[in-house]
């Protein structure tokens, strides 16, 4: 059995490597077999000292979803709160994208798969670009609207 002293600084070690949320925190510490009145007494230290902060994990966790694996919103809305993370953590994190590089990334997300869509006519191949485009998290307004006026589908 670990004691509290230990279990506090891997929980230190554990955040400071990385960003996580409050949910996967509580799982480390679980792992290890603390109970839950010490578990939430380390979570209350680790907030305090700054170690665990839902909404610096929600942005970092936005920026690199959107940048690293070209999510849209809507998706990196889903995985956030599907990690229990607080719905204004989640909106604060979605607001602080910048507009003009996730519609840059639409952009390209869009101009790859084109070259990959097949399809017996125009309507069919729009439409398997939406899906995909779709399936990634991007709101169907803005890939409609993309899809409508910068890029032909021929």
């Not at 070690?13 to 010490?38: D, F, I, N, T």
């Not at 942005?59 to 995985?79: C, V």
């Not at 006519?121 to 729009?126: F, G, H, L, N």
């Amino acid at each position: 059995m670990i004691t509290e002293k230990d279990a506090i600084m891997k929980a230190e070690e554990y955040c400071s490597a990385s960003e996580h949320c409050r949910q996967q925190v509580v799982s480390k510490l679980e792992k290890m077999g603390l109970e839950s009145p010490v578990v939430g007494k380390i979570l209350a230290h680790l907030e305090k000292e700054g170690f665990l902060d839902e909404k610096r994990y929600a942005k970092a966790f936005a920026h690199d979803k959107l940048r690293f694996n070209k999510w849209g919103r809507l998706k990196i809305q889903a995985e956030l709160r599907r990690n229990g993370v607080a719905a204004e953590a989640v909106e604060t994190a979605l607001e602080a994208i910048d507009h003009e590089e996730y519609m840059k990334i639409l952009k390209e997300v869009i101009a790859a798969k084109k070259r990959e869509v097949h399809g017996t006519d125009r309507y069919e191949r729009s439409m398997k670009l939406m899906r995909s485009v779709c399936q990634r998290g991007f709101e169907p307004s803005l890939a409609g609207k993309v899809l409508g006026t910068e890029i032909t589908i021929d």
